[in-house]
């Protein structure tokens, strides 16, 4: 890649997140007369224990909607997952044998440091994070 | 009742916003609020189609987002952190190794 | 109960397997691939066997297995893979796995015991050239017939260029292909006219060519012919188009100048491909059309005069030559030229009797050469040698069974056939002055023969040994002595298969038994025995001296003496404790003989002349076809190189790019759902 392109790249790439907005609020304004009136929910409907109803798939709820018992039984365990993982990577060897899964550029966890790495204050903080 | 395109203007204003951030920030932290208000632009439109349509479903979708978004956070510090360790920064466009 | 046809896939699958097996397994494989291989042979040969046995109760096989192009329109012809298993295919069938095991054995003494490298590519070679020689013999079409033809020489080439990295080999190999390639390339225009001609291209049966042709000529059917010409002068052209490659693998004059280089391969594959395969598959293509070739007076003795001129001519060449596979090869070249000149006399009989005895004992000259040569540490020059007949006994014997056969002294297996074949010429001949040219030929050759044949034995084995090597040679081993004395045996008894000289003088009847096995006398398919082929050839038989029994009597007489002088002259010369070189005798000859009458320099003359169209050709396929395909493919590469650029690594310049395409799309589906409209 030249140099030319590249500062053209980093000079305003805003721009393309700008002109999304244009085409899709373009696109919204124009369409506009296309939707429905909103139906709205009864007055009288009681939302947030419509959709605790809604996530252990009880039933009893007065406003249409669908059962998520298993929906919700996933998350958890996708969340559960996703925290072990950010312990994982966050997590340091202090002896410095292994090499982290996310090592790039075959760089080495030597003795808690990466290697050609400079030590900063700030790295031990943030070993605090993961481990223990 | 507020006509359901003010609320997709707003979901999309958001949406660019978040994608702003993510086109001109190098920090890998603002990357990572840019995605949040991304993600969340699209919750306003699940709440604003479940609003239309009177169904709740849009709205409990809007919170299992809240939580894959949490989630997607906790690996997102994760990995910012191995950024960290292996570049020294956490600027995203060192991070340029995994290409051809 | 298996059929009979079922037999003849797997006979060809099995060497087949072999060769897979060996490409695949390579170093995993105990000796190389070797038992793999003698297992393949081996069980092909049982197959074969049964093969033969089952023709003998009567039932043969002619069948498509494969059709794999069928033609539309006009030109409604089907290619396909089938097989045809009749006497003479059956034989052949056993003849080949026959020789192939054997050599896959000898192999085992003459390469893995003497070290040789990158042995799976040996096996594997070896398992191709046989599986593609049977694939050959039971081809049922003259296509498939033409595919298998060319693999056997492709394998040729692999294998004689087996020690690729010494400078010999690769040439020779090149060689080989190059020049029955030449050949070849008649033989598929022949195919082509076949299918034109006929729309088919089976051998046997109601709608095959042999009989298309034969029924066109009787005026029963017609068939195309370019510009109206008259079937019988087309036939002959095509005959003879198809002859060319025969000439080319066969190894007959012109073509003939590849075989003696192809020495350079190993010695086990000089006996497969002289024995069994190569050089045999030209000779067996005539048998198999020979319904074919005896509608055409022209090309039948065009077949024999070649065949006898090459008899003559490759003899000479052999009496001069130093080394020992020298002389073999020349032999070779000589002893197919006396199968063709058998066949172009009208002699079918004969030339398989000649094919199948020539296949013993010329396989057992070649493993006893190889076995001389393990012995002298691969020295091939006879003057290096002598006095090694008390070092290696099983050796000495089998070779000169082996050589008494090649000879033809009276009984072994040599003296049956050949003399057969001079009485068929002689007979025919005497009514047709062109077969008696022949007929003059293949007798001049036999003391020749007898001559180089012993000068090549006396020089190897009697006498004094000549050098170091010779007084100490290297023992061998079973797998070595083994093939050599069933070959031994064979080279000995083969004879007795067709004793027609005995049952003619003597009066005994049913000892001929080639002759009624060909003859369909136990089960044939119509149409293709030899009294078919007689009925519908084009020679009479005449006989000297009042009668069949004393035309045998001096025919036999006349060749056996003249064999019997030539061995007694290379006695003579060479039978000393200390033979010394006669070839300054033969004064400006000598360097003819030595120098293989130029054809070597005549033919690379012709090559010379055709250059400037080679390199026209050449200059067309480098700019042209070559400019295309590397212009091709340097578009791609280039447009890659600058493509892959897209790829920074920076996430930024993703997520940037996606928005953008976004964005298009967005556009896009817009303008087509009714913006601007």
Not at chain 3, 200 to 229: I, K, Q, R, Y
Not at chain 3, 232 to 249: D, H, Q
Not at chain 3, 535 to 547: D, N, Q
Request: proline letters at 3%.
């Amino acid at each position: 890649m030249s140099d030319s392109e590249e500062s053209a790249v980093a000079i305003n790439p805003g721009a393309a997140a700008v002109a999304l907005f244009g085409v899709l609020a373009g696109i919204i304004l124009s369409s506009a007369a296309g939707f429905p009136t909103p139906a709205g929910f009864p007055a009288d409907a009681a939302i947030v224990t419509n959709i605790g109803y809604a996530l252990f798939d009880i039933g009893e709820g007065t406003v249409p909607v669908e059962g998520f018992l298993a929906t919700f039984l996933i998350i958890g365990i996708a969340l559960d997952v996703a925290l072990d993982s950010a312990v994982y990577l966050a997590k340091r060897e202090d002896d410095g044998t292994i090499i982290s899964a996310l090592t790039g550029g075959g760089n080495e966890v030597v003795d808690g440091e990466v290697a050609g790495t400079a030590d900063t204050e700030a790295e031990a903080g943030l070993d605090h994070g993961g481990d223990d | 009742m507020v006509p359901v395109e003010y609320y997709l203007l707003l979901s999309s204003a958001v949406f660019c916003i978040g994608l702003y951030g993510v086109l001109t920030r190098r920090n890998a932290l603002y990357f990572l609020m840019s995605v949040e208000l991304m993600l969340n632009a699209a919750n306003i439109n699940l709440i604003a189609f479940s609003l239309m349509w009177g169904n709740l479903t849009g709205q409990t979708f809007a919170l299992f987002t809240i939580a894959l978004a949490a989630a997607e956070v906790a690996v997102g510090i994760g990995i910012i952190l191995v950024l960290y360790r292996n570049f020294g920064d956490i600027d995203v466009m060192d991070a340029a190794t995994m290409r051809w | 109960m298996v059929s009979v046809s079922a037999y003849a896939q797997a006979i060809v699958l099995l060497p087949f397997v072999s060769f897979v097996v060996a490409l695949f397994a390579r170093d995993n494989l105990p000796k190389g691939g070797a038992y793999s291989g003698i297992a393949a042979t081996a069980g092909s040969l049982l197959l074969s066997l049964a093969t033969l046995a089952a023709v003998y109760g009567g039932r043969t096989v002619n069948e498509t297995f494969y059709t794999w192009a069928v033609g539309t329109g006009a030109q409604d012809w089907t290619l396909s893979f089938g097989a045809l298993i009749d006497p003479l295919s059956a034989l052949m069938l056993v003849i080949v796995s026959l020789i192939a095991l054997l050599v896959h054995v000898f192999s085992l003494g003459y390469m893995n015991d003497e070290g040789e490298e990158d042995l799976p590519r040996y096996y594997a070679g070896l398992g191709l050239f046989t599986a593609s020689m049977l694939g050959f013999v039971i081809a049922d079409n003259l296509l498939m017939a033409f595919m298998f033809f060319e693999l056997v020489g492709l394998c040729s080439y692999l294998l004689i260029g087996f020690h690729f990295r010494e400078p010999g080999p690769p040439s020779a190999a090149k060689k080989a292909f190059l020049v029955t390639r030449f050949g070849d390339y008649f033989f598929l225009i022949g195919v082509v006219a076949v299918f034109t001609t006929f729309g088919t291209a089976a051998f046997a049966g109601a709608e095959s060519f042999p009989h298309l042709a034969e029924a066109a000529l009787g005026g029963d059917a017609t068939v195309w012919t370019p510009g109206n010409m008259a079937e019988s002068t087309w036939f002959t052209i095509v005959g003879l188009l198809v002859l060319g490659g025969v000439i080319g693998k066969s190894a007959q004059f012109p073509l003939h100048t590849w075989l003696p280089d192809a020495m350079e391969g190993p010695t086990p594959v000089s006996a497969l491909i002289h024995a069994a395969t190569m050089v045999a598959a030209g000779v067996y293509l005539v048998a198999r059309m020979y319904g074919f070739y005896v509608l055409s007076p022209t090309a039948m003795g065009i077949i024999a005069l070649v065949g006898g001129f090459t008899a003559l001519f490759a003899a000479t060449m052999g009496v001069v030559k130093q080394e020992l596979k020298q002389v073999l090869a020349y032999s070779t070249i000589s002893q197919y030229g006396y199968m063709m000149l058998a066949l172009g006399s009208g002699g079918y009989v004969a030339a398989v009797f000649h094919l199948t005895t020539h296949a013993f004992f010329k396989a057992l000259l070649f493993l006893g050469a190889g076995s001389v040569i393990i012995a002298m540490h691969h020295v091939e020059d006879m003057w290096e040698m002598g006095g090694l007949k008390n070092k290696l006994p099983v050796t000495y014997w089998t070779f000169l069974a082996g050589s008494l056969a090649l000879a033809g002294i009276f009984p072994f297996a040599g003296f049956w056939s050949k003399d057969e074949i001079l009485y068929e010429t002689l007979i025919h001949g005497l009514n047709e002055p062109l077969l008696l040219i022949g007929y003059v030929f293949g007798l001049l050759a036999v003391p020749v023969t007898a001559f180089y044949t012993f000068r090549m034995v006396f020089l190897t084995f009697h006498g004094e040994p000549r050098s170091d090597l010779a007084r100490d040679p290297h023992p061998v081993r079973w797998n070595v002595k083994g093939p050599l004395s069933v070959l031994g045996v064979l080279a000995v008894v083969t004879g007795g298969i067709n004793l027609v000289p005995v049952k003619k003088v003597l009066g005994i009847k049913g000892i001929d038994v080639l002759h009624k096995w060909l003859n369909n006398d136990w089960g044939g398919i119509e149409g293709l025995s030899s009294h078919h082929y007689a009925k519908i050839g084009p020679y009479e038989s005449g006989y000297l001296f009042g009668g069949e029994a004393a035309t045998v009597i001096a025919g036999a007489a006349v060749s056996l003496t003249l064999a019997l002088a030539g061995l007694a002259l290379a006695w003579r010369l060479y039978g000393v404790a200390d033979p010394a070189e006669h070839t300054a005798k033969l004064g400006q000859i000598r360097e003819l003989l030595y120098n293989n009458y130029y054809q070597d320099e005549y033919q690379v003359r012709i090559a010379d002349a055709v250059r400037d169209a080679a390199s026209g050709a050449d200059t067309f396929d480098q700019g042209v076809v070559d400019g295309v395909v590397n212009g091709v493919s340097s578009v791609s590469l280039l447009s890659s190189e600058r493509i892959r650029r897209v790829q920074t690594g920076i996430v930024g310049n993703y997520a940037l790019l996606l928005t953008l395409g976004l964005t298009t799309l967005l556009v896009v589906f817009a303008l087509i759902g009714g913006w601007f409209q």
